[in-house]
T-cell receptor
Framework: GNSVTQMEGPVTLSEEAFLTINCTYTATGYPSLFWYVQYPGEGLQLLLKATKADDKGSNKGFEATYRKETTSFHLEKGSVQVSDSAVYFCALSADTGGFKTIFGAGTRLFVKA | DAGVIQSPRHEVTEMGQEVTLRCKPISGHNSLFWYRQTMMRGLELLIYFNNNVPIDDSGMPEDRFSAKMPNASFSTLKIQPSEPRDSAVYFC????????????FGPGTRLTVL
C-alpha cells in the first residue's frame, strides 16, 4: 500500500541556518505530494504541494521537488526563522477510489534565536 | 469562507460519559475526515466520508466510537462510553476530491477524559 517515511525529529537549528527534512514515499501510480505544517495549538495547514514528477512546490521560502526516480520530496529552506518552529508533515494523495491522504509521522522543528 | 468549524474547542468529561464532537466542513467540499492526534501515536485517520457516505472506517478504534454525516454540511463523532485513553486532540478536515487537492483542517477539539 501507499506510505510516507520522513526523518525523525526533533530538529534543532539556529536562526538563519539551512533546513532539510527528508521525505520518501511508496505509492502505485502517480500520487500528489504535499508538505503540511502544524503550529502549536492549531490544525495542519498546507505549506506546499506538487502534483507531477519534477514539479517544484514553494511557499514562504520553503521548497520541495517531486523526484520520481528517488521517490522523494525533501523539504528545504535556505534560512530558517524562529517563527518556522512547528511540526512538518509530508503526505501523499492518490486516486484509490477516493483521495485519502497518507501522512508521515511528522518532524518537529525548533529554531533558536 | 470561515474554514472548517469544529465544536467544542475543549471538552473535559468524566470516564463513562458520552462525548459528541461536531464538524462543519467547507461549503462545496465532498470529502470529510476525522483524525485523532496524540503524542504517543501521532496523527491517526479515524474515518473518511465521501458524499456523506462512510468510505473507510478502519481507523475507528472500537465500537465505542461512531461517526455520522447526515448531510453535506455537518458531521459528528461520538464516543460512548468515554475512557481516559480517548484523551487527545480530534481534528476534522474536508476537501474536494480532485487530483492534487489538499485537505483543510479545523482547529481541533481537545478532549480530556478524567
Amino acid at each position: 500500500g501507499n506510505s510516507v517515511t520522513q526523518m525523525e525529529g526533533p530538529v534543532t537549528l539556529s536562526e538563519e541556518a539551512f533546513l532539510t527534512i527528508n521525505c520518501t514515499y511508496t505509492a502505485t501510480g502517480y500520487p500528489s505530494l504535499f508538505w503540511y505544517v502544524q503550529y502549536p495549538g492549531e490544525g495542519l495547514q498546507l505549506l506546499l504541494k506538487a502534483t507531477k514528477a519534477d514539479d517544484k512546490g514553494s511557499n514562504k521560502g520553503f521548497e520541495a521537488t517531486y523526484r520520481k526516480e528517488t521517490t522523494s520530496f525533501h523539504l528545504e529552506k535556505g534560512s530558517v526563522q524562529v517563527s518556522d518552529s512547528a511540526v512538518y508533515f509530508c503526505a501523499l494523495s492518490a486516486d484509490t477510489g477516493g483521495f485519502k491522504t497518507i501522512f508521515g509521522a511528522g518532524t518537529r522543528l525548533f529554531v533558536k534565536a | 469562507d470561515a474554514g472548517v468549524i469544529q465544536s467544542p474547542r475543549h471538552e473535559v468529561t468524566e470516564m463513562g460519559q458520552e462525548v459528541t464532537l461536531r464538524c462543519k466542513p467547507i461549503s462545496g467540499h465532498n470529502s470529510l475526515f476525522w483524525y485523532r492526534q496524540t503524542m504517543m501515536r501521532g496523527l491517526e485517520l479515524l474515518i473518511y466520508f465521501n458524499n456523506n457516505v462512510p468510505i473507510d472506517d478502519s481507523g475507528m478504534p472500537e465500537d465505542r466510537f461512531s461517526a455520522k454525516m447526515p448531510n453535506a454540511s455537518f458531521s459528528t463523532l461520538k464516543i460512548q462510553p468515554s475512557e481516559p485513553r480517548d484523551s487527545a486532540v480530534y481534528f476534522c478536515a474536508s476537501s474536494f476530491d480532485r487530483v492534487g487537492n489538499e485537505q483543510f483542517f479545523g482547529p481541533g477539539t481537545r478532549l480530556t477524559v478524567l
